[in-house]
């Protein structure tokens, strides 16, 4: 996650911005370094050189490259971390209270510059400095703010989401497959199907049932098939798939 938003930011070539980035791992910077990305020999040096510090380890390892890093934080940096679960307070007293701090969860399709973001920050934090910070990861996605009471929420629906949208997506090739096509050519046209529905669900302000019903003529096939998944109750079946996301992930908080 971590290589690919840095990716994201120097393709974007924010002008008066710089790049740099450590991993303990060398081979995993090589693909930065052919963005300009500079690589530092530790993590001490990028919160050295770096205003705005990301954070994106494993929430595991969060507490150990934080220690490393403090004594090189100070009041003209943020530090922006993606770790899952890991709070501002605790970000704060990790980061030796020497820096603002700033939660981040992104999605995955951040990989391919059209993730959904969400951001929380501490409560001093300005105006300026939240919507410069949303501006820049604005190249990869769309960006708000939340309270960081609503993470998991976040987490159960967006974060989570890719999943369920694949989920969706396998059983529609499954089927392009049943009726005879090609797998590839189903995986294409279904890929195709989900970009463009998307699409026209974030252009056009209708309710969604009227985009449905619009597509379903009387006594056509379309109707037949949204009475199959309406027996299923498949709006349903997502709410509580997001439901149950949610009620693990605040077990997992606790
Ligand atoms: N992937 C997602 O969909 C997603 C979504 C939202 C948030 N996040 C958050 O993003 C964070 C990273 O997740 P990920 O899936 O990208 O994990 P990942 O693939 O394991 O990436 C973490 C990287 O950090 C490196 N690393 C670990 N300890 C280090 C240290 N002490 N110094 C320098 N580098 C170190 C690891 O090196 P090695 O290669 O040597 O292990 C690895 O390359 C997590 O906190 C996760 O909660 C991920």
């Known amino acids: 996650m971590g290589g ?9 070539l924010h ?8 991993n303990r791992t060398p081979e ?13 020999a530790d993590a001490r040096a990028v919160a050295e050189d770096s205003h ?16 490393e890093m403090r004594p090189k934080l100070g009041a003209d940096k943020v530090l922006v971390s993606v770790a899952a679960g890991i709070s501002l307070k605790s970000l704060r007293e990790a980061a030796g209270d020497r820096c603002a701090v700033v939660r981040c969860m992104p999605n995955t399709p951040a990989l391919v510059g059209k993730g959904v973001f969400a951001f929380s920050f501490e409560e001093d934090a ?7 910070l949303m501006e820049l990861f604005g190249a990869l996605g769309l960006c708000l703010e939340l309270p960081e009471a609503r993470f998991t929420a976040f987490s159960a629906l967006i974060g989570a989401g890719p999943a369920y949208v ?7 090739v499954q089927a392009g497959v049943t009726l005879g096509f090609q797998h590839k050519e189903a995986r294409r046209m279904v890929a195709a199907l989900f970009a463009g529905s998307a699409r026209m669900a974030e252009l056009n302000p209708a309710p969604l049932m009227q985009l449905r019903d619009e597509v379903c003529s009387p006594g056509g096939l379309t109707i037949a098939g949204v009475n199959q998944l309406d027996r299923a109750g498949l709006p349903g079946l997502l709410v509580d798939a997001v439901l149950a996301a949610d009620a693990r992930g605040r077990e997992m908080e606790s």
């Open 28 to 40: 995993r910077m090589k693909p930065l370094l052919e963005k300009g990305v500079t690589a530092k």
């Open 52 to 67: 705005i510090v990301i954070l994106a380890v494993k929430p595991y390892q969060a507490a150990a490259v934080l220690a």
């Open 126 to 132: 300005t105006s300026e400095s939240k919507a410069g």
């Open 15 to 22: 002008a008066g911005y710089a790049f740099c980035g450590y």
């Open 4 to 12: 690919a938003i840095l990716a994201g930011l120097a393709d974007s």
């Open 166 to 172: 694949f989920e969706m997506m396998q059983g529609l």
